[in-house]
């Protein structure tokens, strides 16, 4: 299967640690890739080749993970960090990519 | 500086053809795999597909495959994405994106988008 699956929601205060999972089948021998959306803008990447920061992107963004589930951390939330967040990954044969649902950021 | 530069927003009727496009600059375009990338109202990302310039390998997503067509201009660093005939399920945000370079990879520089609204 090529889809990823990623919590709807996640919700921290600031200055807290917020973990959003992506889980697919493909990942395990596929690069994953993380975006982050805010309203009426354009996507942006935070992370390229699972653990590897986008010029420009804050060190408090972080990726890891291994086999099926990988993980995207932010360590001491913002307010400006509340937004949509997405994985991307190839599919198993690297023919199309495919996105995750995306999880809503929330900071309390 | 890398740029996308997406054509203006489109009303359109079902049944009509579209071709919206994607100006480049700022590097080599035949290099960089670039696609489109669908935001339906309020919903999340789709990729539509992904072409390489330098040898017109195009690869759709199985839902949009026979659907749209993705090309590009190499003359003029553009790439386009057309319909032949729209449907009210095309309304949605429009996203030209670049992609990585030989290989496909993330999608590290984005367009503003381009928002197609199509009316039944």
């Known amino acids: 299967s090529s889809e990823l699956t990623q919590p709807p929601s996640v919700s921290v205060s600031p200055g807290q640690t917020a973990r959003i999972t992506c889980s697919g089948a493909?990942?395990?021998?596929?690069?994953t890739y993380w975006y982050q959306q805010k309203p009426g803008q354009a996507p942006v990447m935070l992370i390229y080749?699972?653990?590897k920061r986008s010029s420009g992107i804050p060190e408090r963004f972080s990726g890891s993970g291994s086999g099926t589930t990988v993980t995207l951390t932010i360590s001491g939330v913002q307010a400006e960090d509340e937004a949509d967040y997405y994985c991307?990954?190839?599919?198993?044969?690297?023919?199309?990519?495919?996105f995750g649902g995306g999880t809503r950021l929330t900071v309390l | 500086e890398v740029q996308l530069v997406q054509s203006g927003p489109e009303v359109k009727k079902a049944g009509e053809s579209l071709r919206i496009s994607c100006q480049t600059s700022?590097?080599?375009?035949?290099?960089?795999?670039i696609g489109w990338v669908r935001q339906m109202p309020g919903k999340g990302l789709e990729c539509v597909g992904i072409?390489?310039?330098?040898?017109?390998?195009?690869r759709y997503s199985p839902s949009f495959q026979g659907q749209v067509t993705i090309s590009v201009d190499k003359s003029i660093n553009s790439a386009f994405l057309e319909w032949n005939s729209l449907k009210a399920s095309d309304t949605a945000m429009y996203f030209c994106?670049?992609?990585?370079?030989?290989?496909?990879?993330?999608?590290?520089?984005w367009g503003q988008g381009t928002m197609v609204t199509v009316s039944s």
């Open positions: 700022g590097y080599t375009f035949n290099s960089y795999w």
């Open positions: 080749k699972d653990n």
């Open positions: 991307q990954s190839g599919d198993s044969t690297d023919t199309f990519q495919v």
């Open positions: 493909v990942l395990s021998n596929q690069y």
């Open positions: 994106v670049r992609g990585g370079f030989i290989t496909i990879g993330g999608f590290d520089f």
């Open positions: 072409f390489y310039p330098d040898d017109s390998d195009s």
